[in-house]
């Protein structure tokens, strides 16, 4: 049975990729059509077409447009591990342009996990070649919203 993380992470991404409602706008312009193909708890591998919405001025793939999907698909890899959580530190480097309609391959795997700090790490391939595009090194932390009831009272 799959865990409920890896379900709700794979379902957000679904989600996204479709403009489900109550999703944020420019996210899903980013990453409408991603296709999840594998994943399992700490990894996810995806296959997206770029479409013509998310060109530059030259034809290629939007470095900002690419950094969102990195971004996106790292977050609900680590999900998938931990649950909630928020970035820390994002760095992405590029390594080759790509053109609108290509098929790109997006491999996100958490390689470093610390307890109070995990590092997801996104590699973004051209699928026809395994040529690198762009590679993402994203830390999180886990997130968790809980009350801390003090025993003294204030005086405010």
């Not at 899903?28 to 077409?49: N, S």
């Not at 680590?78 to 053109?99: H, L, M, N, Q």
């Not at 470093?112 to 395994?130: A, F, Q, S």
Request: glycine share 8%; charged share 25%.
């Amino acid at each position: 049975m799959e865990d409920k993380k890896l379900q709700k992470s794979k379902k957000w991404l679904d989600d996204l990729s479709k403009g489900a409602e109550g999703i944020h706008e420019l996210e899903a312009l980013t990453v409408a059509g991603l296709q999840v193909i594998h994943a399992h708890k700490g990894f996810f591998l995806c296959h997206f077409i770029v479409p013509s919405h998310l060109s530059d001025q030259d034809g290629n793939w939007h470095v900002g447009a690419i950094a969102t999907i990195v971004d996106d698909v790292g977050a609900a890899t680590v999900y998938s591990a931990v649950g909630d959580v928020k970035s820390v530190d994002f760095t992405i480097s590029y390594y080759s342009r790509v053109k609108i309609k290509e098929e790109v391959e997006l491999e996100a795997e958490i390689v470093g996990d610390m307890g109070k700090l995990i590092c997801v790490v996104v590699k973004v391939t051209r699928k026809e070649n395994g040529q690198l595009v762009a590679l993402g090194k994203q830390w999180m932390a886990p997130f968790s919203i809980k009350t801390h009831q003090s025993p003294v009272t204030s005086r405010l």
